[in-house]
C-alpha cells in the first residue's frame, strides 16, 4: 500500500492478481463499518463497483472520504451476485484489502482496514481460490 501527498478527495486504485480466468465480473466494496465487513449489500454507506473480470486489472474508486475504510472483492465468475459455497468453502475467487492470513471464515476488518487520507492509495489485493 502505498499513499501519496496530493491534495483533494481520496481516491483508492485497486491491482488486482491472481484471478483465474475472465468468465464473469469482479465485484468490489470499500466499507467503512467493521459492523457490516464483509456483507456490503448490509451497509448503505459502502461503495461498490462491478467490472467484467476480462478487464478488472486495475479499478479506481474516487471521492472518498478520508478515514479508514475496508476492501472486498469476489470474482463471481458465473455474474449469479454472490459468492457460491459449497459445504461453507468458497467456491469462487475472494480477496481482501492487505491480503490477510486466511483462517476459518472472512477475515477481522482490524485485518484489512487501511487508512485513505487526501490524494491516492493503491492497494494490490491477490485473489484466492480454495476448489
Known sequence: M???GQAGPGEVEVQI???RNANGVVRLCL???PAHFPNCDR???AVSRTVPARGAGTIRFTGLAAGTWALG???DEN???RLDTFMAIP???FGFSRNPRLRMGPPRYEDVRFPIAHGRTTLIVRMTYLL
Open 2 to 4: 502505498a499513499l501519496s
Open 17 to 19: 492478481q491472481n484471478l
Open 31 to 33: 466499507s467503512r463499518n
Open 43 to 45: 451497509d448503505p454507506a
Open 73 to 75: 472483492v469476489i470474482h
Open 79 to 81: 455474474n449469479n451476485g
Open 91 to 93: 467456491r469462487e475467487g
